[in-house]
């Protein structure tokens, strides 16, 4: 791999920068970023790498290009790029979502040109070039996407880079990993934007100051309702189909705890109470969490 | 204050029992547990105090009693103490809610004795007397709840105690307690028991390995359903009227973020997750979590 240009240079984008450069992994790295107060960031931080003021400029040198922008950019930016695209490009992205995007990709990118959808399982409620980690991708899973089209020869060239990156590698359809993160990361997220936005609302009818005693449960799930609010617009737009079954099945369930508790119903909630519980351990064996009680805040 | 007695000596009560050894606090310290397997860690981990045989020889020989038990213990411990309270005895105790506990005290403690009910805001997802901690309490709330026949001198006694344990004091009514709490822990918890449920129905619907998956948020929802199932079914039947609200405030503010999703409606969804957003810095200025980015666990 030559050149790469990394499109939309936030904390993940950032994060790659950084370990490109920290690994040596290509000669020159090429950074194209819509925002000038990012700009000004990755000039003041120092950060390696080329700013390009024209996209082209950066497709035209790169051999690998990724997107690292919200998903609601790519059909622009395709279309920005198509002209100056070579054959022997590749492009990836890291959206959170699969199948709309690979919609967007098939409708407006030129037919010649090969994109594999990728997906690293990282990120952080904090957003920015000054927040991005050159270890943020260690040991954490990163999905790509496989489809009828798909040439092993270019998977196994992005898993190579990922590898790079310090990911662990999983493959998959795009219809498998929108249904699987619907419930392991999109639901929970608007789960924690839900019950935030229901605690404000309770703080407003009741008039009670109580978010100083949000210590008992409700400060978990405030980090994650900090998340950048245009990723999660563009996630939940671009997952609707399985997000809003996902509710479904949360509303289902949710009601049936509410009638264990209305009815106290002993032997029902402790079978669920004792069976949620076994998910934790499962989660800390397979590495997904740090093992420390209370994430080792205290 | 001369001899305390702690009954139930897990996470909170052991953390209890360390910070009056540390912090010298009394004379005596005697222990009441039940299980079998909570004596012998205590005598394991070489914990201060002297573990009693019976109930009554604590309460005989103590100023001061804190039940330190899960809430549907209360009764049959009132039951078992009454005739051998004497008048200048006080009792508190840490249960997470409130007006339930309150009625059951009434209706079963003997009228001559003070019960000044109180509430720590502070725990844990792991439980038992190996985990207990004498910095447990530090800078967290504890809340007092003040009635009609609530004394200022007991209240103020209490108070002295658990600035001693390190706590901030709060003192509001049962009635206020158990709204706040249901909101700012009870929910949250039941939300996060609901949210693992649910991704345990997907994981077997689909069949799909999920779990090893969930760094991208479920992990976070995880640890507070690891939480003791004992303790968290009392809370919800105690407190079983505010909380029904609660998931009535939740699912209605759920279906319209449904609604948001489903019509794609970028104005009313955007303003909702940048209103969400601005709890968290408040919770770090309140000093209820730690500021870094992903709670410091990466």
Known sequence: MKNILIVGCG??????????????ITNKIFIYEKSISNISKIKKLKLPGIIVKKLEEGVRKSDLIILCTPMSEYKNIILKMNEHLSKK???????????????????????????????????????????????????????????????KKHLTMLSNFWNKMGSKITIMTAEKHDKIFSITSHLP????????????????????????YSAGGLRDFSRIAA??????RDIFFNN???????????????????????????????????????????????????????FGRS
Chains 1, 2 share one sequence.
Not at 268 to 283: A, F, N
């Open 11 to 24: 904390l993940l984008g950032s994060s790659i920068l950084r370990r490109i450069h920290k690994k040596k």
């Open 189 to 212: 997220h608007l789960i924690a934007y839900n019950l935030v936005k229901s605690a404000q609302d309770f703080e407003k009818i009741q008039n009670y100051d109580l978010i100083k």
């Open 227 to 232: 998340s950048n609010e245009i990723m999660w």
């Open 89 to 151: 490009i590749i492009i990836t992205d890291i959206g959170s979502s699969k199948i709309e995007t690979s919609k967007i990709i098939k409708k407006f990118l030129r037919k010649d040109i090969v994109w594999i959808q990728g997906h690293p399982i990282s990120g952080s409620e904090v957003s920015g070039p000054e927040n991005g980690k050159h270890d943020i991708f260690e040991n954490k899973w990163c999905v790509l996407i496989k489809d009828k089209d798909t040439k």
């Open 240 to 294: 609707k189909q399985n997000i809003s079954k996902a509710i479904d099945l949360f509303i289902k369930n949710l009601n049936s705890f509410k009638k264990d508790i209305n009815s106290k119903n002993d032997k029902s909630i402790l079978y669920k109470l004792i069976q949620t519980k076994k998910v934790r351990s499962k989660i800390i064996k397979l590495k997904q969490d740090v093992s420390k009680p209370d």
